[in-house]
């Protein structure tokens, strides 16, 4: 199946899985915010970093160790 | 006593300590020039002078010693608990002792109020607050910048010589950028943090200085950071660019007037500039902007949101109400292009000594309308923006935003980055380039005060 960046199914979905409530300007911001995130979002998901160890607490005043 | 008002921040440190300023009378003055300037601006959300003349009267000497300033409205006073902007936050937040408060409490500095910034910190433009938006002293019908609006516009309109803002993505360089000043990101960690309502959970967001100049900011840093940040010659500084949407999506001329103001740096400084590949940087955008977003959501519950304050803007709302529908999985990919681009920059910095790339890809845009025309089309300004300025909150290093022009009438401004705990090189490379450009643009008035530069 390929991935769609489609609001109708997934926003009210989601908000409804949560019990959160969103009027019609609310829901009009949500899938403006969608449109915009879920695209780069699928993109980053599609990245393939099985070899990248996220650091674990890393110091962000320092560069990484090695 | 308004003229002392007109000079730098470390001109009114000095003539304070030399005696040709009196600080009283340096407060009121501040005070009479908010009350002047400021509706025009909504800069200033909050001032106590009461407070302000008890904090004079108790001031040790020090590096700031009187001399006013003005804090974002993101950090707790004692008399006064942060609002972020916002008719709600979801953040617990009380009156207190923030570490921004104590550091300018204890180098004598004064605070004479409360910069206004964008509702819950949550935009590049400044555009929206429960305040009413700042404007921008160059033309008030335009963004100051955010989020740390108030505080930018309340320096370009020299309401005062230096303000407090704090950026956890771009906060601090944006309205430095749109409002015509110096802004410094300080390498995570290094700035005073305490009291935020977010110091224990944000791994972005620092306190750091809004001043004119560099020097300016120098000196206000090193209050912040609590250690001096001593000035230097940078010497030959090796300048990295980088091809690629954050310096060729942009505007002309602000891309003109940046490309110029590396060309200065190197020749300034006896430098060169080389272009590297930072593959990661379009993938480093979205990662910090879901981890700054899954930074804020142990403070959000599905009641919460169901109850949110009428008063907090439909955007807010709405944006709030998005977050919990974010992927986590996204947010472990963002940790991993956390880690690659971090263990990437700190292969380049072996090789470069800066980073540049323009802060904004154009200048401010409609408060109205907060969208810019770059050459790949109308972006919102939040879009465009946030491509530049991510980066150094993601990895952790140091930037800072550098006024080099001009275009429309507003300020264009160039941004550096440098490797971690190399803040000082950013000072003495931004002080390199007013020396080039013969303090141009630094110096340069937006009409607010033209106008009024007799109030």
């Known amino acids: ?66 | 006593m308004s003229e002392a008002l007109n000079l730098s921040l470390q001109g009114q440190a000095a003539a304070i300590a030399g005696g040709d300023v009196d600080p009283a009378e340096l407060l009121e003055a501040a005070l009479e020039r908010i009350a002047a300037r400021n509706p025009a601006l909504n800069a200033v959300v909050a001032t106590f002078p009461e407070r302000s003349r008890e904090m004079l009267a108790a001031a040790p000497p020090g590096p700031l010693h009187g001399v006013p300033i003005v804090i974002k409205d993101e950090w707790p006073l004692p008399w006064r608990a942060q609002r972020f902007g916002a008719a709600e936050m979801l953040a617990p937040t009380a009156p207190g002792e923030s570490g921004p408060y104590r550091a300018l409490r204890d180098a004598g500095a004064v605070i004479v109020g409360v910069g206004n910034m964008h509702e819950l910190g949550a935009s590049s433009t400044g555009s929206i607050s429960v305040y009413g938006p700042a404007r921008n002293p160059w033309d008030p019908e335009r963004c100051p910048g955010g989020s740390s609006s108030g505080p930018a516009a309340a320096v370009a309109a020299r309401l005062v010589a230096g303000a407090v803002g704090a950026d956890g993505i771009g906060s601090i360089r944006y309205p430095a950028a749109y409002c015509g000043l110096t802004g410094l990101k300080p390498t995570f960690g290094r700035a005073a943090m305490a009291g935020h309502h977010m110091a224990d959970v944000s791994s972005t967001i620092v306190s750091g200085p809004l001043c004119t100049d560099a020097a300016d900011c120098r000196l206000l840093g090193s209050v912040l950071y609590g250690e001096e940040l001593r000035k230097g010659e940078p010497g030959p500084v090796r300048i990295g660019i980088i091809r690629g949407d954050v310096s060729e999506d942009v505007a002309p001329e602000v891309r003109a007037a940046c490309e110029a103001a590396i060309e200065d740096l190197g020749r300034e400084t006896g430098g060169e500039v080389r272009e590297i590949e930072l593959p990661e940087l379009p993938a480093a955008t979205l990662a910090t902007v879901l981890i700054a977003n899954s930074e804020s959501l142990g403070d959000i519950t599905p009641e919460r949101l169901n109850h949110l304050d009428p008063e907090l803007s439909p955007i807010g709302r709405g944006l709030l109400k998005y977050r919990v529908l974010l992927p986590a999985i996204a947010t472990i990919k963002a940790q991993q292009v956390r880690t690659l681009a971090r263990h990437t920059l700190a292969r380049l910095f072996e090789d470069v000594d800066l980073i540049a790339w323009p802060t904004v890809p154009a200048v401010a845009p409609p408060l109205e309308a907060p969208l810019v025309e770059l050459p790949s089309g109308t972006l919102t300004a939040d879009e465009a923006n946030v491509r530049g300025g991510a980066l150094a909150n993601l990895t952790g290093i140091p930037a800072i935003s550098v006024p080099v022009g001009s275009s429309q009438g507003l300020p264009v401004a160039l941004q550096l980055q440098a490797a971690w705990g190399r803040d000082e090189l950013l000072l003495d490379a931004a002080e390199a380039i007013e020396r080039a450009n013969g303090r141009s643009w630094v110096d340069a008035v937006p009409p607010v005060r033209a106008e009024t530069l007799e109030a």
């Open chain 1, 1 to 66: 199946m390929e991935a769609s960046n489609t609001a109708d199914d997934f926003i009210p979905a989601g908000l409804a899985a949560y019990g959160i409530e969103a009027d019609e300007i609310e829901l009009a911001v949500i899938r403006a915010a969608h449109q915009t995130f879920w695209p780069p979002i699928l993109e980053l998901l599609a990245l393939d970093t099985s070899g990248v160890p996220a650091e674990r607490n890393p110091d962000l005043s320092r560069p990484p160790r090695r």
